[in-house]
């Protein structure tokens, strides 16, 4: 089956710092998601991204599908942005999301 | 409005209890989705329901799993004769139907419900 690849798995910056994650996905994809799972565990869909780029505020994501990658940048971080951040593909016009394993991220103040 | 909701928050069971867990959708949400995540790891899909259809089980990892919804309302999973491997968060979801503009399928996540088999 596809393969969700997020790097770097664990990532602690210092508050103001901006910083890149990325997804690698195997096969080719009908969509692509990210998601944040807060320190509480809740989680808020934050891009919803099948191709090209999006911004909203400090967060931006652009998604290469020919080349099956997708990245999300995080400028000017802030301790409210720390938690877990994830990329889940949707393969085909099938519904599932199949989930990369996150990347968790802490900012320090 | 009121998001998804669910509960319990957090369920201690024993090994071989039978436990049930409850998902309230977004009122007008017709497809709605139950995940399992285990410590540290992303989510897994267990089940898919969309309105009236037939559910997709085809996630579920074994056949003490199971899961009902009645019309386009409350969602109960059930897991029966637990198995410490069935510890995780267990994580609702729900979405508007799927259509032709793509940001229709945005689903969004419940607090989830925190299992524990002892």
């Known amino acids: 089956g596809i393969q969700v690849e997020q790097s770097p798995p664990d990532l602690i910056l210092q508050e103001g710092a901006n910083s890149t994650l990325r997804c690698n996905f195997s096969?080719?994809?009908?969509?692509l998601q990210w998601f944040h799972q807060n320190p509480w565990g809740q989680l808020i869909n934050l891009f919803y991204?099948?191709?090209?780029?999006k911004q909203n505020g400090r967060l931006s994501a652009t998604t290469v599908a020919t080349e099956r990658y997708s990245l999300l940048y995080i400028s000017s971080s802030q301790t409210t942005d720390s938690g877990v951040y994830f990329c889940?593909?949707?393969?085909?016009?099938?519904?599932?999301?199949?989930w990369g394993a996150g990347t968790k991220l802490i900012i320090k103040p | 409005g009121a998001g998804v909701s669910q509960s319990p928050s957090n369920k201690v069971t024993e090994k071989g209890k039978d436990v049930e867990l409850r998902c309230d959708p977004i009122?007008?949400?017709?497809?709605l989705y139950w995940y399992r995540q285990r410590l540290g790891q992303g989510l897994e899909f267990l089940i898919y329901?969309?309105?009236?259809?037939?559910?997709?089980k085809s996630g579920l990892p074994s056949d003490r799993f199971s899961a009902e919804r009645t019309g386009e309302s409350v969602s109960t999973l059930t897991i029966q004769r637990t198995q410490q491997e069935d510890s995780a968060v267990y994580l609702c979801?729900?979405?508007?139907?799927?259509?032709?503009?793509?940001?229709?399928?945005?689903?969004?996540f419940g607090p989830g419900t925190r299992l524990t088999v002892t």
């Open positions: 329901f969309q309105g009236n259809s037939a559910p997709d």
């Open positions: 009122s007008g949400h017709t497809a």
């Open positions: 979801a729900s979405s508007l139907p799927l259509g032709p503009a793509p940001d229709t399928y945005e689903q969004y």
């Open positions: 096969d080719s994809v009908n969509n």
């Open positions: 991204i099948p191709s090209g780029t």
């Open positions: 889940a593909v949707e393969l085909d016009s099938n519904y599932q999301l199949i």
